[in-house]
């Protein structure tokens, strides 16, 4: 090995040597304690992160016993939607239902929540009205917005449901019935929230 | 000069960590279930309301077994309500339609004898062949294969089955017996 490639060697080591320490000095620039003045100043950042949650209520209504092709309604504040106190960001609140089962046997028997709030054979509609709201809002499988503004820490929101069930599946005697008899037909209103 | 590189970039990087942004962020639902019940209706149809039994000339023989045309499918039962069903049956005794005192006796056990006849039925997709006594008593139609009710759960559900009878060993002939059947829905 000639003398200017072991120089050129040594220089390339001094090279990586400096590099690492400088990477050391820039990693702790911003730890440094200020030694050297009378005071000195620490800057902190942090950006906190968007958590929230909701809860509502009551988890579980019955209509009790419906009859096709009629109008069932709960009081409009019979169900909450509370923005947990402790959330640190507003949020927007969407809902949505989904299709009605046969609680026995899910795949045998079930209503299709409507789309455009038409009732049919097996077809239900369903709606929602936010306490002191103007009117009905129709729940559908898609989501649609809960509340036109944005919900902070603490806030709730009342609400109520009305039902629509499906034209009858049979009629005997001159009344109309579901292909079920003293069944539990069930389903679920989800109400979904994002960060606004 | 990779290593040169390599370190600035590792300098970048460490330099960066205090300034980095907490960007976690959280969904969440809220979800009711909400239930409806749902009014109950009861009734059932046959679709035979009658058997002629027939052997050669139009009559039954002695100690003869026969079978419905249709072993497994002869008489289709049919939820007309809603309500789920469980099918009972029971048999009697044949009278003779002259004088109603005469009568062929339905055994309890699939055993005929004198002025005793058997009476049996056998569910469409049931073990093959196989064929559960009728009695006098009213009874719960069960499937051989697993024990378990006949039923019909919903609306327009049916259900099929077919007739076996054993004639006594002896009896008077030229008499034109009688006998019923019910079938009765039970809500389960």
């Not at chain 2, 005469?102 to 196989?130: C, E, R």
Request: aromatic share 10%; proline share 4%.
């Amino acid at each position: 090995m000639k003398w200017f490639e072991v120089n050129l060697m040594k220089r390339e080591m001094k090279l990586g040597i400096m590099g690492i320490l400088l990477a050391g000095i820039l990693a702790l620039i911003p730890c440094l304690p200020a030694t050297a003045q009378d005071s000195g100043t620490i800057t902190i950042n942090m950006t906190g992160a968007n958590e929230f949650s909701i809860s509502l209520t009551p988890a579980n209504w019955s209509f009790g016993t419906v009859t096709p092709n009629t109008v069932n309604t709960t009081d409009l504040t019979q169900f909450n939607l509370t923005v947990d106190s402790t959330s640190t960001c507003a949020i927007n609140t969407y809902i949505t239902g989904e299709d009605a089962v046969w609680a026995d046997d899910p795949g045998a028997y079930n209503w299709t929540l409507s789309s455009n709030e038409q009732n049919d054979i097996k077809v239900y509609v369903l709606w929602f009205k936010p306490d002191g709201g103007e009117s009905y809002i129709p729940i559908t499988k898609g989501q649609t917005s809960f509340y036109s503004g944005t919900l902070g820490p603490g806030d709730s929101k009342q609400f109520g449901l009305k039902l629509l069930t499906p034209q009858p599946d049979f009629t005997k005697g001159g009344t109309g019935y579901f292909s079920v008899g003293s069944a539990i037909v069930q389903t679920h209103v989800t109400i979904s929230a994002v960060a606004a | 000069m990779k290593i040169k590189v390599i370190t600035i970039l590792l300098a970048i990087i460490l330099a960066g960590i205090p300034y980095l942004p907490v960007f976690a962020e959280d969904g969440s639902n809220g979800q009711t279930t909400i239930t409806m019940n749902t009014e109950s209706v009861m009734g059932i149809s046959l679709t035979q309301i009658e058997w002629q039994v027939e052997g050669e000339g139009a009559e039954v023989s002695l100690n003869t077994t026969y079978k419905t045309d249709l072993p497994a499918s002869w008489c289709t039962i049919t939820n007309e309500g809603n309500a789920n069903v469980t099918m009972f049956i029971k048999g009697d005794d044949a009278k003779w339609v002259s004088d109603p005192s005469k009568k062929w006796t339905l055994g309890s056990t699939g055993d005929n004898g004198k002025n005793v006849y058997a009476l049996w039925y056998h569910i469409k997709g049931d073990t093959a062949d196989s064929y559960t006594v009728v009695t006098k008593d009213l009874a719960s139609m069960k499937w051989v294969r697993d024990g378990e009710p006949l039923n019909l759960a919903k609306h327009d559900d049916t259900q099929q089955f077919g007739l076996k009878l054993l004639t006594p060993t002896q009896f008077i002939g030229g008499r034109t017996m009688e006998a019923n059947i019910i079938l009765s829905a039970v809500a389960a």
